[in-house]
């Protein structure tokens, strides 16, 4: 099992920066490559970014490409997303997930095998 712990959420204003970190526990981090999603209001939850075991590779969605960016840090066992230019449309419920079915990093919601609780993030204009 692994558990998944989100923190720095909040209400920002459209342009501001934020940064969530998601803690992980109860297995060997380093096995897992972990991916962002998010959920706005009345909609899907949907892939944000992810990054593989050793933080080598990452993949963005397009309308965070150049915005955001995910690292790792596999000693403290946390993955990090920072968040630039924000904008009112980012403003969602920010999940961090883990999958543990091999190196490289996915973007398929049903391969992640863990889901942290989600924090929320407000963007206002």
């Known amino acids: 099992q692994v558990q998944l712990v989100e923190s720095g959420g909040g209400l920002v204003q459209a342009g501001d920066s934020l940064r969530l970190s998601c803690a992980a526990s109860?297995?060997?981090?380093?096995?897992?490559?972990m991916g962002w999603f998010r959920q706005a209001p009345g909609k899907e939850r949907v892939f944000v970014t992810t990054?593989?075991?050793?933080?080598?590779?990452?993949y963005y969605a397009d309308s965070v490409k150049g915005r955001f960016t995910i690292s790792r840090d596999n000693a403290k066992n946390t993955v990090n997303l920072q968040m630039n230019s924000l904008k009112p449309e980012d403003t969602a419920v920010y999940y961090c997930?883990?999958?543990?079915?091999?190196?490289?990093?996915?973007?398929?919601?049903?391969?992640?095998?863990?889901w942290g609780q989600g924090t929320q993030v407000t963007v206002s204009s």
């Open positions: 997930a883990a999958t543990g079915q091999g190196p490289y990093y996915s973007t398929m919601e049903n391969e992640y095998d863990y």
């Open positions: 109860g297995r060997t981090f380093g096995k897992l490559a």
């Open positions: 990054i593989n075991w050793s933080g080598s590779s990452t």
